[in-house]
Nanobody, 129 residues
């Protein structure tokens, strides 16, 4: 079974940056679209971004567009989320997950939560002064 592990979270001041990593265990990520999701205290989990299996197609939530960038390095079996211009509303536990539909690698991705599985354990991001 594909297993994912997130890392890179921490405490950062408003306006700062963090880069999150999502690494695969045992299996490769070659044919999976990968999504990033987050859950703030007392809130529902929401989609943040996704990237197609080929790495050529990406999608972003309106709340992070222009500030976050998703990328992947299939040679390292890893997906990244570069987060810039962070604000307190970005505080949440961030998760990565694999698209279980296994879309064609060049097809566009979407953060439809019920299509994802193999969730990682999450990494905490706190944005505060």
């Amino acid at each position: 079974q594909l297993q994912l592990v997130e890392s890179g979270g921490g405490l950062v001041q408003p306006g700062g940056s963090l880069r999150l990593s999502c690494a695969a265990s045992r299996f490769t990520l070659d044919y999976y679209a990968i999504g990033w999701f987050r859950q703030a205290p007392g809130k529902e989990r929401e989609g943040v971004s996704c990237i197609s299996g080929s790495g050529g197609r990406t999608n972003y939530a309106d709340s992070v567009k222009g500030r976050f960038t998703i990328s992947r390095d299939n040679a390292k079996n890893a997906v990244y989320l570069q987060m810039n211009s962070l604000n307190p509303e970005d505080t949440a536990v961030y998760y990565c997950a694999a698209d279980l539909t296994r879309r064609p690698p060049f097809a566009p991705c979407r953060t439809q939560e019920n299509e994802y599985g193999s969730w990682g354990q999450g990494t905490q991001v706190t944005v505060s002064s």
